[in-house]
């Protein structure tokens, strides 16, 4: 079992950054594969970033390579998404999930656990 709890979000203009948190609580954070999703409103759910639990391999959606990254801190369990160079079309609110000993899925489906999520507006 693992709770998340999101933070970091707020109000930005474009072209500016936030960094989120997700703080997770529960055994073996370390053999969780972590990933940021957001969904923003009258959309479905998708993915942003993850990043695995064997070596850390990350990946990203198409639509935010090369302004965001994902990093975790195992020591302190968490998980980090840096957001660069922000757009009005990442407005929307980002959650958090965890997979056990995933492969790095982009699929909602595949996570088992979520955040509640945190805003992100990025206004024009």
């Known amino acids: 079992q693992v709770q998340l709890v999101e933070s970091g979000g707020g109000l930005v203009q474009a072209g500016g950054s936030l960094r989120l948190s997700c703080a997770a609580s529960?055994?073996?954070?370390?053999?969780?594969?972590m990933a940021w999703f957001r969904q923003a409103p009258g959309k479905e759910r998708e993915f942003v970033a993850t990043?695995?639990?064997?070596?850390?391999?990350?990946y990203y959606a198409d639509s935010v390579k090369g302004r965001f990254t994902i990093s975790r801190d195992n020591a302190k369990d968490m998980v980090y998404l840096q957001m660069n160079t922000l757009k009005p079309e990442d407005t929307a609110t980002y959650y958090c999930?965890?997979?056990?000993?995933?492969?790095?899925?982009?699929?909602?489906?595949?996570?088992?656990?979520w955040g509640q999520g945190t805003q992100v507006t990025v206004s024009s």
């Open positions: 999930a965890a997979d056990y000993l995933g492969t790095g899925s982009g699929m909602t489906n595949d996570y088992d656990y």
């Open positions: 990043i695995t639990w064997r070596g850390g391999t990350t």
């Open positions: 529960g055994r073996t954070f370390s053999m969780y594969t």
